[in-house]
T-cell receptor, first 116, second 115 residues
Framework: DADVTQTPRNRITKTGKRIMLECSQT?????MYWYRQDPGLGLRLIYY???????NKGEISDGYSVSRQAQAKFSLSLESAIPNQTALYFC???????????????FGEGSRLTVL | AQSVTQLGSHVSVSEGALVLLRCNYS??????LFWYVQYPNQGLQLLLK??????LVKGINGFEAEFKKSETSFHLTKPSAHMSDAAEYFC?????????????FGKGTKLSVIP
């Protein structure tokens, strides 16, 4: 089984709908991240969380919200989806500074979202 | 602030030829540097990383990269390309010594291998 699991893997929705992407991890990491990938733009950070009580905006947080339900679970919501949120979304985790950690991220397999 | 520039969004090489993917970074503190690979319809996986110590870093699948501080570069190389190397490659930098780590990614280079 994958260490970082994302659901759904693929989703097609309509403009204005609420969408939630879920991420769970079995790596025991404290830190979780949501990235968005667009062709030619690389990966851009949406939100990140260093523990259950700590949520931080990334560079492109507008139109998104997150919830850290537990150490192992981090969900991304689009309250009212719009077509330019069509993208591939990745969840990632990393360990805490006190652990063996150089900032390396461990990625899920991605959730492809299409907003019509 | 930190940033990453990958030169060339697409690179094509013949099978058996040298692979060279270029990455330059900017960072106000000593960086940690990474190369990730993304195969079609998959997530990103770590190829190799530089933290401290030896500047020539070896990774998986025969890839290696050299950290050159004077050139602020971390180019990825492989002596002989294989068809299975066709993928997108991302260079990334994180801030060393910070209380937290955030990776900044380049825009990616798509590698095509021609038979």
């Amino acid at each position: 089984d994958a260490d970082v699991t994302q659901t759904p893997r693929n989703r097609i929705t309509k403009t204005g709908k609420r969408i939630m992407l879920e991420c769970s991890q079995t790596k025991g990491h404290d830190r979780m991240y949501w990235y968005r990938q667009d062709p030619g733009l690389g990966l851009r950070l949406i939100y990140y969380s260093f523990d259950v009580k700590d949520i931080n905006k990334g560079e492109i947080s507008d139109g998104y919200s997150v919830s850290r339900q537990a150490q192992a679970k981090f969900s991304l919501s689009l309250e009212s989806a719009i077509p330019n949120q069509t993208a591939l979304y990745f969840c990632a985790t990393s360990g805490r500074l006190a652990q063996t950690n150089t900032g390396e991220l461990f990625f899920g397999e991605g959730s492809r979202l299409t907003v019509l | 602030a930190q940033s990453v520039t990958q030169l060339g969004s697409h690179v094509s090489v013949s099978e058996g030829a040298l692979v060279l993917l270029r990455c330059n970074y900017s960072s106000s503190v000593p960086p940690y540097l990474f190369w990730y690979v993304q195969y079609p319809n998959q997530g990103l996986q770590l190829l190799l990383k530089y933290t401290t110590g030896a500047t020539l870093v070896k990774g998986i699948n025969g890839f290696e990269a050299e950290f050159k501080k004077s050139e602020t570069s971390f180019h990825l190389t492989k002596p002989s390309a294989h068809m299975s190397d066709a993928a997108e490659y991302f260079c990334a930098v994180s801030r060393a010594g910070a209380g937290s780590y955030q990776l900044t990614f380049g825009k990616g280079t798509k590698l095509s291998v021609i038979p």
